[in-house]
């Protein structure tokens, strides 16, 4: 479901470190998730996206990994930038692109 | 292309008074549409979606309404402000593949 009333966890690392940020999805019938990333006052911005026929989908700098058998996601970027601090948030969708649901997002801080 | 505009940017509103947050799409037809809110620091919450003209699913109870009144317009309102409708509120659009948001209204009612 949507963790909405919770406060974000936050991850802060090292600029050209690797991060690594993991989200639990709750519909074991979702087959389309997403990553967002949202800056400060904005509204989320697609990163990269994977269908629930792959475990692995790779973009620049950013990978994102599926295990559905314990409905986890995770998103790795490569070599952290201070620009990539943000909160992200992974999303589920059931098929024919109903409904997304987000997951509970996580702040992301990068220093110099 | 398709592109999604929401306005106003940032509203400032009494307790008590109306809202009417307007989303429209370009550049595509039919699309799924969505209001979402964002209270600070935290999440976002699904409130509506709409599959076509007049069709209007609400997924919170609450103190807010939406609609459709054209394929490519969601129109989100309120007859009177609470203190607890303050947020961020974002429309989204999807169709085929991908969802697309708006850049966002900022509400606080005072």
């Known amino acids: 479901g949507e963790n909405v009333g919770l406060h974000l966890p936050t991850l802060s690392v090292q600029e050209g470190d690797n991060s690594i940020i993991n989200c639990a999805y709750s519909n074991s019938a979702s087959d389309y998730f997403i990553w967002y990333k949202q800056e400060s006052g904005k509204g989320p911005q697609f990163i990269i996206d994977i269908r629930s026929n792959m475990d692995k989908r790779q973009g620049q700098r950013v990978t994102v990994l599926l295990n559905k058998t314990v409905k986890h996601l995770s998103l790795q970027i490569a070599a952290t930038q201070p620009g990539d601090s943000a909160v992200y948030f992974c999303a589920e969708t059931p098929p024919s692109y109903g409904k997304l649901t987000f997951g509970q997002g996580t702040i992301l801080t990068v220093h110099p | 292309s398709q592109t999604i505009h929401q306005w106003p940017a940032t509203l400032v509103q009494p307790v008590g008074s109306p809202l009417s947050l307007e989303c429209t799409v370009e550049?595509?037809?039919?699309?799924?549409l969505y209001w979402y809110r964002q209270a600070a620091g935290r999440g976002l919450q699904l409130l509506f979606y709409?599959?076509?003209?007049?069709?209007i699913s609400s997924e919170v109870p609450q103190n807010l309404s939406a609609s459709r009144p054209q394929d490519r317009q969601f129109i989100l309102s309120s007859k009177k402000l609470l203190l607890s409708d303050s947020g961020f509120y974002l429309c989204?659009?999807?169709?085929?593949?991908?969802?697309?948001f708006g850049s966002g209204t900022r509400l606080t009612v005072v």
């Open positions: 989204a659009w999807s169709r085929d593949s991908g969802y697309t």
């Open positions: 709409s599959v076509g003209i007049g069709q």
């Open positions: 550049g595509t037809s039919n699309p799924n």
